[in-house]
């Protein structure tokens, strides 16, 4: 007689993605591995295709080659959230005024950013073996650049800050950040060394393409329930199912569409549009580069070369969604949001339209922290990236896979000494706040 499962967690949900990513449609169609058919088991399954589930899936490869690995996706790879990213591997904050790093403490500042630099090593060790170009993978550091006073201020102190850190940096001034991006709208900028561009979608398309067997990748494959018999974890898919001791959850807020961590992460959604492209010589400074705002929750904007034209990317504008989709008219008032701040720093690029508009999903605690570590016998949860997805989701991934077969490292001593994520606010006092506080730090934004 067949034993009955002992615990079920069913997901109430699916990703559902918003808009089409320009990074997709850049590419070359995907080649889709394969779909899991019948059933199958494996040592571990991983759930979730993105920067934490394949980093996840390398790591686990590098400490035991002889694990059997299986990576779920339920897209194709790259169509999913990391390849709606904006293709920043940051190793300093994001966010200038992050108490985290200007003046809380310097121990916790260097740990934040070892976080960081941990996930740059892991990529850049992936670039290399595989040979990938600029293109895909490009160190070139980044710009963080302000078109106000306060922006300007804040950019000084930070610079300041880190001097304090010993970390390298260079303040530019309006004349010098023209030169780079051929527009006269920005008062200043800093420069730091260590962030890494990438192409997202192509990045983690690679990263997925470089795993070897007895790791598989299965495209179009979403977990949809995990049952516990015994010893063993069921975890089923539409087509098929795979007995498994281990189970990492790698799919971010959608950990809660199966009852995980369930009232303690904020669904934030977050928007981009990326122009058709244009003639390089209508924008003078150089063809590549990218900026993050002075101020947060500002306009990232990034020049990409693609093939004989150059594209604009503009990101923007911030929305809760407890239901963790956004609609179209989300989109299209983000978009229209894009295109007031194209023009503003582009006048000379004219009435050069967007070509493509997309949203992208991110898991935010109360408390900033990852939702993190064995959360049921033989769950690991690597979720929660709290913005910076492609820097921090790389190394939530890399420290659950090294919790699970107790390897210990400066990576797992960090994240170990983290805080549960809090619960939330009971609703709608959760959805208020989030909303109003979000509406209030674009306000202090302005036009950054």
Same mark, same amino acid.
């Given at each position: 007689? &067949?034993?009955?499962?002992?615990?079920?967690?069913?997901?109430?949900?699916?990703?559902?993605?918003?808009?089409?990513?320009?990074?997709?449609?850049?590419?070359?169609?995907?080649?889709?591995?394969?779909?899991?058919?019948?059933?199958?088991?494996?040592?571990?399954?991983?759930?979730?295709?993105?920067?934490?589930?394949?980093? #996840?899936?390398?790591?686990?490869?590098?400490?035991?080659?002889?694990?059997?690995?299986?990576?779920?996706? *339920?897209?194709?790879?790259?169509?999913?959230? #990391?390849?709606?990213?904006?293709?920043?591997?940051?190793?300093?904050?994001?966010?200038?005024?992050?108490?985290?790093?200007?003046?809380?403490? &310097?121990?916790?500042?260097?740990?934040?950013?070892?976080?960081?630099?941990?996930?740059?090593?892991?990529?850049?060790?992936?670039?290399?073996?595989?040979?990938?170009?600029?293109?895909?993978?490009?160190? +070139?550091?980044?710009?963080?650049?302000?078109?106000?006073?306060?922006?300007?201020?804040?950019?000084? /102190?930070?610079?300041?800050?880190?001097?304090?850190?010993?970390?390298?940096?260079?303040?530019?001034? *309006?004349?010098?950040?023209?030169?780079?991006?051929?527009?006269? *709208?920005?008062?200043?900028?800093?420069?730091?060394?260590?962030?890494?561009?990438?192409?997202?979608?192509?990045?983690?398309?690679?990263?997925?393409?470089?795993?070897?067997?007895?790791?598989?990748?299965?495209?179009?494959?979403?977990?949809?329930?995990?049952?516990?018999? @015994?010893?063993?974890?069921?975890?089923?898919?539409?087509?098929?199912?795979?007995?498994?001791?281990?189970?990492?959850?790698?799919?971010?807020?959608? &950990?809660?569409?199966?009852?995980?961590?369930?009232?303690?992460?904020?669904?934030?959604?977050?928007? #981009?549009?990326?122009? %058709?492209?244009?003639?390089?010589?209508?924008?003078?400074?150089?063809?590549?580069?990218?900026?993050?705002?002075?101020?947060?929750?500002?306009?990232?904007?990034?020049?990409?070369?693609?093939?004989?034209?150059?594209?604009?990317?503009? %990101?923007?504008?911030?929305?809760?969604?407890?239901?963790?989709?956004?609609?179209?008219?989300?989109?299209?008032?983000?978009?229209?949001?894009?295109?007031?701040?194209?023009?503003?720093?582009?006048?000379?690029?004219?009435?050069?339209?967007?070509?493509? %508009?997309?949203?992208?999903?991110?898991?935010?605690?109360?408390?900033?922290?990852?939702?993190? @570590?064995?959360?049921?016998?033989?769950?690991?949860?690597? +979720?929660? +990236?709290? @913005?910076?997805?492609?820097?921090? /989701?790389? &190394?939530?991934?890399?420290? /659950?896979?090294?919790?699970?077969?107790?390897?210990?490292?400066?990576?797992?001593?960090?994240?170990?000494?983290?805080?549960?994520?809090?619960?939330?606010?009971?609703?709608?006092?959760?959805?208020?706040?989030?909303?109003?506080?979000?509406?209030?730090?674009?306000?202090?934004?302005?036009?950054?």
């Amino acid at each position: 007689m &067949a034993t009955s499962p002992t615990k079920i967690y069913a997901a109430s949900k699916l990703p559902k993605q918003t808009g089409t990513s320009a990074w997709v449609a850049m590419l070359p169609p995907r080649r889709e591995k394969s779909r899991l058919q019948g059933d199958i088991t494996a040592d571990v399954v991983i759930i979730g295709g993105g920067f934490a589930g394949l980093s #996840a899936a390398r790591r686990l490869s590098e400490l035991d080659p002889s694990l059997k690995v299986a990576v779920l996706e *339920a897209d194709l790879v790259g169509d999913a959230a #990391a390849g709606r990213n904006s293709g920043f591997i940051i190793d300093l904050p994001h966010e200038v005024s992050s108490d985290d790093y200007g003046g809380d403490s &310097a121990a916790k500042s260097r740990e934040a950013i070892e976080i960081s630099r941990t996930a740059i090593k892991m990529a850049s060790t992936v670039a290399a073996e595989e040979g990938w170009s600029r293109d895909v993978f490009d160190p +070139c550091g980044r710009y963080s650049a302000a078109i106000s006073g306060e922006g300007d201020d804040h950019l000084t /102190a930070y610079a300041g800050q880190l001097v304090g850190l010993g970390e390298d940096h260079r303040l530019l001034t *309006a004349e010098e950040i023209a030169e780079v991006t051929g527009t006269r *709208a920005y008062t200043s900028a800093l420069f730091t060394p260590g962030t890494v561009m990438l192409q997202p979608a192509a990045y983690i398309r690679g990263l997925a393409d470089s795993l070897r067997d007895p790791v598989r990748v299965y495209e179009k494959s979403p977990a949809v329930r995990l049952e516990r018999s @015994g010893t063993a974890w069921i975890v089923k898919t539409p087509e098929g199912s795979i007995s498994t001791g281990r189970i990492i959850l790698a799919n971010n807020g959608h &950990a809660e569409s199966f009852g995980f961590f369930k009232g303690r992460m904020l669904h934030i959604f977050t928007f #981009a549009s990326m122009t %058709r492209r244009f003639s390089p010589d209508l924008l003078p400074g150089h063809r590549k580069w990218a900026a993050t705002p002075a101020l947060p929750m500002g306009t990232t904007i990034r020049r990409v070369p693609d093939g004989d034209g150059d594209r604009i990317l503009v %990101r923007s504008r911030y929305t809760y969604h407890p239901g963790i989709v956004a609609g179209d008219g989300t989109l299209r008032r983000a978009g229209a949001q894009h295109d007031k701040k194209f023009k503003a720093r582009f006048p000379a690029l004219g009435d050069i339209p967007m070509e493509y %508009r997309w949203g992208g999903a991110m898991a935010v605690t109360w408390n900033a922290v990852p939702a993190f @570590g064995e959360i049921e016998d033989g769950i690991f949860a690597a +979720c929660g +990236c709290n @913005g910076v997805g492609a820097s921090k /989701a790389t &190394a939530s991934g890399l420290a /659950a896979a090294e919790l699970m077969l107790g390897h210990r490292s400066r990576l797992t001593e960090i994240y170990q000494r983290f805080d549960a994520p809090k619960p939330l606010p009971p609703q709608p006092f959760t959805t208020i706040g989030a909303k109003a506080n979000l509406a209030f730090k674009e306000w202090m934004a302005g036009a950054e």
